[in-house]
């Protein structure tokens, strides 16, 4: 089944409080208007921004068992910092569930935290929007957006950067797939511009 916009903003109403509601909100006009600008698929933006935080509100330790359950867990990180679940666990539920089919879609709701190795623009487009959309205010937000703008391939380059740089000055320990996610985008954008460090 296709994710219809409008079903899944009235699951979100449901399901989100109402600050995550409206960051909700802001991620799915963020992403629209970003799919229009670089020529992807506006109304798949939409519904991915839609359903990125759908998972988020559930009590950690019923997401850890659900991850659990659904054989989500993939490094000891996971476990050591659920945080990291609700994005995974939100895809696998409206496929299971939901019987939504849309892969691509799904994939940019599932990796919209920690990101993966060879992302799609769509993917790109989620992780990105999730933190720069209208509601973030961290001071360097709109050099993240222009840079967006631009190319969108260095522009999350520069947000999962940012990302690692936060975790970082933080003291918090960064999942093996931020760094993944780090590199490959890295070289990916090296391979763009014809790099000798490719
Ligand atoms: O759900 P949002 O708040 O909108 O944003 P998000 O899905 O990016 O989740 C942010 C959370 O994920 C935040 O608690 C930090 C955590 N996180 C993201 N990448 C990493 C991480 N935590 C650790 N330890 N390591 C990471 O690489
Ligand atoms: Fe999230
Ligand atoms: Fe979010």
Not at 98 to 124: C, F, N, Q
Not at 126 to 152: G, H, K, N
Request: proline share 6%; aromatic share 6%; hydrophobic share 35%.
């Amino acid at each position: 089944m296709e994710l219809r916009a409008e079903e899944v903003l009235n699951l979100a109403a449901r399901v989100l409080s109402e600050e995550r509601f409206k960051h909700t909100l802001g991620v799915a006009d963020c992403a629209e208007e970003m799919a229009r600008h670089h020529g992807l698929d506006p109304l798949k933006a939409r519904c991915a921004g839609l359903a990125h935080d759908l998972a988020k509100e559930i009590p950690i330790k019923d997401q850890l068992s659900l991850a659990r359950r659904w054989d989500l867990l993939h490094y000891p990180e996971d476990e050591q910092y659920p945080a990291v679940l609700h994005g995974p666990l939100a895809a696998y539920w409206l496929e299971h569930y939901y019987k939504v089919d849309d892969s691509e879609v799904l994939a940019a709701i599932a990796s919209h935290t920690l990101g993966r190795p060879g992302m799609s623009p769509l993917e790109m487009l989620i992780y990105s929007a999730d933190l720069t959309e209208p509601r973030r205010d961290f001071p360097e937000v709109d050099i993240l957006r222009q840079s967006l703008y631009d190319d969108l391939g260095k522009g999350t380059l520069d947000c999962v950067e940012r990302t690692l740089r936060y975790l970082r000055q933080r003291n918090k320990p960064i999942h093996p797939l931020t760094q993944l996610t780090y590199e490959d985008l890295q070289r990916r954008q090296n391979v763009g511009t014809g790099s000798k460090n490719a």
